[in-house]
C-alpha cells in the first residue's frame, strides 16, 4: 500500500500532526470540496470529484510534504441539477457553513496556509466566502482555488487553448476537457459511445460560457432547461492524449502555486484608532 502518511491530513497520528505543525516552513493545507452530479450518459455522477481529487491527490504525491490533503467535502451547491437523476444538493448557507468550520479548525490548530480547493463551478462563490471567513476569523493565509479548468482556466488556460479540437464552446461541462480528463484518469469509467455533442447555453454579447472568454455577468439558470443530456460541450472530440496533456500541466502549475501561497507572509493588523 502507498505511504500517504506524509501528505493525507487524516493519515496522521496526533503526535506525528503535532510535529508537522512545527516544520519550517509548514505545510499548506488543502481542503478539497467537490460535488456530485450528472455529466452527462457518458460521465459518472463522481466526475467533479474524481479530477479534483486525482489531480489534488498527485500535487501532493509530488510535493515533498509541501502540500496535506484533508478528506473531500463530496458535496456542494447543485440546486440547479437537481432535474437529473442521482445529484445531490445541499443549501449554500449550509455549504459556507460547514466549508468554513473546516478551514477554521484547521487553523485553530496552528496551520498559518489553507487552500479550499474547489472543484464544481457553483461552488466558488461559496469558496470564496468561506475561504474569506476564515481569514476575518482566525487571521491566517486562507484561500480559494480549484483544479478543474472547466470551473476556471486560469492555471491552464494556454494548455487547455492549446488541446482544443472543438469549437466555441466545447469545454464548459461534461464536455471537452472534463471527458478527456476523465480518459487520462479512470478511462474505465468513460462511454465514449454514449457521448454527444449539446452546446445549448447561449452565446451573447455581454454572457458567455466558452472558455477563455469571460462573462459580463454571472448568471446560472436550472441546467435541464439547456441540456437535454446534462452536457454543455463537446465531449466527442475528447481524449485520453490531451486529458495527459492537460493534467501534468495542472499538476506541475498548481505545485508552484502552492509553494508561491507557502511564502506569504502574515503581515501584522494595525488599529489606527490610537
Ligand atoms: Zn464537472
Not at 27 to 46: Q, R
Request: charge should be negative; charged fraction near 20%; include cysteine.
Amino acid at each position: 500500500m502507498e505511504d500517504k502518511s506524509i501528505w493525507q491530513y487524516d493519515g496522521m497520528t496526533w503526535p506525528e500532526m503535532r510535529d508537522t505543525l512545527l516544520r519550517i516552513p509548514q505545510p499548506v493545507v488543502a481542503i478539497p470540496f467537490g460535488t456530485v452530479e450528472d455529466h452527462g450518459p457518458h460521465l459518472p455522477l463522481s466526475t467533479d470529484n474524481d479530477i479534483l481529487m486525482g489531480t489534488l491527490n498527485e500535487v501532493a504525491r509530488r510535493s515533498q510534504g509541501d502540500l496535506l490533503v484533508t478528506p473531500l467535502i463530496p458535496f456542494g451547491l447543485d440546486e440547479h441539477h437537481m432535474d437529473f437523476p442521482g445529484t445531490i444538493s445541499i443549501e449554500l448557507e449550509i455549504c459556507l457553513a460547514y466549508v468554513s468550520q473546516v478551514a477554521i479548525s484547521i487553523a485553530r490548530h496552528g496551520f498559518t496556509h489553507i487552500l479550499i480547493v474547489n472543484g464544481h463551478g457553483s461552488n466558488q462563490p461559496v469558496a470564496d466566502l468561506a475561504a474569506r471567513k476564515c481569514v476575518l476569523a482566525e487571521g491566517i493565509i486562507c484561500a480559494s482555488t480549484t483544479v478543474n479548468a472547466a470551473v476556471d482556466p486560469v492555471l491552464v488556460r494556454d494548455v487547455v487553448e492549446e488541446q482544443r479540437k472543438g469549437g466555441p464552446g466545447s469545454i464548459a461541462h461534461a464536455g471537452e476537457y472534463e471527458t478527456s480528463m476523465m480518459l487520462h484518469l479512470a478511462p474505465a469509467l468513460v462511454h465514449m459511445e454514449k457521448a454527444t455533442r449539446d452546446i445549448g447555453q447561449l452565446k451573447l454579447k455581454y454572457f458567455n460560457w466558452d472558455h477563455p472568454e469571460p462573462s459580463a455577468f454571472s448568471w446560472q439558470d436550472y441546467w435541464s432547461r439547456f441540456t437535454k443530456d446534462g452536457i454543455c460541450g463537446d465531449p466527442t472530440v475528447a481524449s485520453a492524449e490531451s486529458g495527459k496533456v492537460i493534467f501534468e500541466a495542472t499538476v506541475t502549475r498548481f505545485l508552484e502555486l502552492v509553494r508561491e501561497f507557502q511564502t506569504i507572509p502574515i503581515r501584522d493588523r494595525v488599529d489606527h484608532h490610537k
